[in-house]
């Protein structure tokens, strides 16, 4: 595997419902990273992980939101009790340190739509 | 960088011909780096090219070159050659911070490639 990998694709889901969506980053990358894209934007930072140390949150991160990465490896995020301003792309990015001049690996996204 | 800033919310271009897609950034940093990524309708985010704030030269890739006038505060991108295949999406990025653990996205630009 050679990519980060998302899952899943697409979500639909009721207002108020709970949702999680994993990322696979690529295996050799200890640094990974959530944002998020809603339509017509750039993507907005969400949070950042160094291994299994949450070290960054962004302000948009509300407490219905919460990422983990147990194991160093791959990462959840996970949405409580959705809202329809919730619906967006929700993109994750890996990297390595020093790589920064390469920019990061992103994964193809979780389209999530709350209806 | 504090703020991104891309004008054009949508450009065409003949297939063979270049382009070229404006971004103006904003920040106080003396030392920075500029990115540009490709979105494709699939949604991943490619990365394509990468400048320094102290390289001397502008950056080029391939059929992609940097244009890059550090006095304006701009990064234009250049993509020579038009293909069809570069019909997507396209974002200028930098660092939020002083370090790369963040980006800060445009709003983009949509590319279309007219045969």
Redesign the interface.
């Known amino acids: 595997d050679t990519g980060v990998s998302q899952d899943p694709?697409h979500k639909i889901t009721k207002r108020g419902q709970n949702v999680t969506f994993r990322c696979d980053p690529i295996s050799e990358h200890n640094?990974l990273?959530w944002y998020r894209q809603t339509l017509?934007?750039?993507?907005?930072?969400l949070t950042?992980f160094q291994n299994e140390a949450q070290?960054?949150k962004?302000r948009l991160l509300s407490d219905r939101f919460s990422a983990e990465r147990p194991k160093g490896s791959f990462s959840t995020l996970e949405i409580q009790r959705t809202e329809q301003g919730d619906s967006a792309?929700y993109?994750c990015?890996s990297?390595v340190p020093g790589q920064?001049?390469?920019?990061?690996?992103?994964?193809?996204?979780t389209?999530l739509t709350v209806v | 960088a504090q703020k991104i800033t891309q004008t054009q919310p949508g450009m065409f271009v003949q297939e063979k011909e270049a382009v070229t897609l404006d971004c103006t950034y904003d920040t106080s940093d003396q030392s920075y780096g500029l990115f540009w990524y490709k979105q494709p309708s699939s949604g991943e985010m490619i990365f394509l090219i990468y400048q320094g704030s102290y390289d001397e030269q502008n950056a080029t890739e391939g059929r992609y070159s940097l244009n890059f006038q550090k006095a304006r505060k701009s990064a234009n991108l250049v993509i020579s050659a038009s293909q069809l295949g570069d019909s997507a999406m396209y974002f200028c990025a930098a660092p939020l911070s002083g370090g790369y653990n963040k980006l800060i996205f445009g709003a983009g630009t949509r590319l279309a490639v007219h045969p």
């Open positions: 694709r640094r990273y017509g934007q750039g993507p907005e930072f950042y070290l960054e962004s792309m993109l990015a990297s920064g001049d390469y920019g990061y690996t992103f994964g193809s996204g389209r």
